[in-house]
């Protein structure tokens, strides 16, 4: 069986939003909904590849421990994120509705 998160400490939580991509000129690239949308499906990804390894390691897989605690770490640092990252709009969204 291979290794199910291989290279997985080498690769950023979001593929969108690594930095070391360029950013696009205005109106060429994604909109803000799509990145976010990307990042949700991202997470949901990470979380998803997490509990198969959790349920690999239980079964007794060849999975290596470190490997599944920081696939879950992974996981969960990527929700977090989200959450944060909402927070942040709603905040925002609020100070916009405030004003006069």
Do not use: C, W
């Not at 205005?26 to 509990?51: T, Y």
């Not at 992974?74 to 990252?85: C, G, Q, Y």
Request: glycine share 6%; no cysteine.
């Amino acid at each position: 069986m291979a290794n199910p998160i291989q290279g997985a400490a080498a690769r950023p939580v979001f593929r969108s939003l690594n930095p070391e991509i360029p950013t696009p000129a205005k109106g060429d690239g994604p909109s803000f909904g799509d990145l976010f949308k990307q990042a949700m499906n991202e997470a949901s990804g990470l979380q998803e590849e997490s509990q198969r390894m959790i349920a690999a390691f239980v079964r007794g897989e060849p999975v290596e421990l470190h490997q599944v605690m920081a696939a879950a770490q992974e996981a969960s640092i990527s929700v977090d994120l989200l959450v944060e990252i909402r927070n942040k709009l709603t905040e925002a969204y609020r100070s916009v509705m405030n004003m006069q």
